[in-house]
């Protein structure tokens, strides 16, 4: 199972919106509404912050969203604070698990 | 409240086996659907799935890891163990053991991870 593809890096001023692709095939982000991202601060554990795709766990601001189309799901960070700055990883069930490359997120 | 911690040596030397445990409370690995994993991370590197255990003692892993790897639970200590045979330099990471509630979903709790580095 490959690697989710992921951009390295984005970055954006506060208050700005960013979106963060995750590009996989039809045989895991395509094929299933199992799509989930993490938050990982530099030293911390992920966090969840997105499941199902465009679900939002309890306690997650609502200024994150998730969306899918075809291979590609993405996550938007809107009204960009300065602690959103972090890593953020892509997840997909594929009959197994598989990550993103993972993306860094700059808040200028 | 759940949490979850690994605990395990922080070096071992190449070709040895490592054993991670991951302790974890506020939720019973019988109930059905639950489900806990591994997952590890090398310095400055993207996250990779290795093993899942689910409440019915059913096994899942990684495909490019599965001959190294070993994953089992007990219940009753509510503790999930992790083994990774021949260990090699390229396995120096931080291992994260995270809770699923149903297999294919999403990992709700993560542990603190602990780093362990392979090294003679």
């Known amino acids: 199972q490959s690697a989710l593809t992921q951009p390295r890096s984005v970055s954006g001023s506060p208050g700005q919106s960013v979106t963060i692709s995750c590009t996989g095939t039809?045989?895991?982000?395509?094929?299933?509404?199992?799509v989930s991202w993490y938050q990982q601060h530099p030293g911390k554990a992920p966090k969840l912050m997105i499941y199902?795709?465009?679900k939002r766990p309890s306690g997650v601001p609502d200024r994150f969203s998730g969306s899918k189309s075809g291979n590609t799901a993405s996550l938007t960070i809107s009204g960009l604070q300065a602690e959103d700055e972090a890593d953020y990883y892509c997840?997909?069930?594929?009959?197994?698990?598989?990550f993103g490359t993972g993306t860094k997120v700059t808040v200028l | 409240q759940v949490t979850l911690r690994e605990s395990g040596p922080a070096l071992v030397k190449p070709t040895q086996t490592l054993t991670l445990t991951c302790t974890f409370s506020?939720?019973?690995?019988?109930?059905?659907?639950?489900?806990v994993s591994w997952i590890r991370q090398p310095p400055g590197k993207a996250l990779e799935w290795l093993a899942l255990?689910?409440?019915?003692?059913?096994?899942y892993y990684s495909t490019s890891l599965k001959t190294r790897l070993t994953i089992s639970k007990d219940t009753s200590k509510n503790q999930v163990v992790l083994t990774m045979t021949n260990m090699d330099p390229v396995d120096t990471a931080t291992y994260y053991c995270?809770?699923?509630?149903?297999?294919?979903?999403?990992?709700?709790?993560w542990g603190q991870g602990t780093l362990v580095t392979v090294s003679s």
């Open positions: 199902d795709v465009s």
């Open positions: 255990i689910d409440w019915d003692d059913d096994k």
């Open positions: 039809s045989s895991d982000v395509g094929g299933y509404n199992y």
């Open positions: 506020g939720f019973s690995l019988s109930t059905s659907g639950m489900c």
């Open positions: 997840c997909s069930y594929a009959g197994s698990y598989v």
């Open positions: 995270a809770r699923i509630i149903s297999w294919g979903s999403y990992f709700d709790y």
